[in-house]
């Protein structure tokens, strides 16, 4: 299985906005999300993708097939962050996501931070694994709970390596 991690071009946002639209309805389940009137999940951040030179979303891509993708975002004190990941539920559990995600790392090399909710299950089994694969050095975890966050959950800071490999796929065997 050969898995890519491709940069979304401008003109590509609708294909990006469709897959933001599953990765909701998937969240919809943790966070009580529901539609608008239109039949869509709301948002509000798809626009700042483009617009801003901090932020950058790729598209997952597993032999040809679109997947999934990644969203992150370049924080005031240097740190990258992780504000969505979405792997199409066909391809969980096979390894694509954790091959994915190390994709995603390798891009920009450095101190990372994501979060993930704890009623998010899947999430709480995926990051603790991934992040200890991928990480250099220590991890730092966090736990918070409300009222100091709108959701109890964990946050995850650590470093990425730079690699050798400037490769943007990995074939999974």
Request: glycine letters at 8%; a negative charge.
């Amino acid at each position: 299985m050969v898995i890519e991690m491709v940069p979304v071009a401008a003109e590509d946002k609708t294909v990006l906005g469709n897959l933001v639209q599953l990765h909701q309805y998937d969240f919809s389940d943790v966070r009580g999300y529901d539609v608008t009137p239109h039949g869509t999940f709301v948002y509000r951040f798809l626009d700042h993708y483009f617009t801003e030179d901090d932020r950058e979303a790729c598209v997952v891509i597993i032999d040809g097939t679109l997947a999934g993708f990644s969203m992150t975002r370049g924080l005031d004190d240097g740190v990258r962050e992780v504000s969505e990941f979405f792997v199409l539920r066909r391809h969980r559990r096979l390894g694509a996501g954790r091959t994915a995600a190390r994709l995603m790392f390798r891009r920009h090399p450095g101190p990372w931070t994501l979060a993930f909710d704890h009623a998010n299950h899947s999430a709480a089994r995926f990051w603790p694994g991934v992040v200890a694969s991928a990480a250099d050095g220590p991890i730092r975890c966090e736990d918070r709970h409300p009222p100091d966050v709108g959701y109890s959950g964990s946050w995850l800071r650590f470093r990425i390596s730079a690699s050798d490999e400037e490769s943007q796929h990995l074939t999974l065997r």
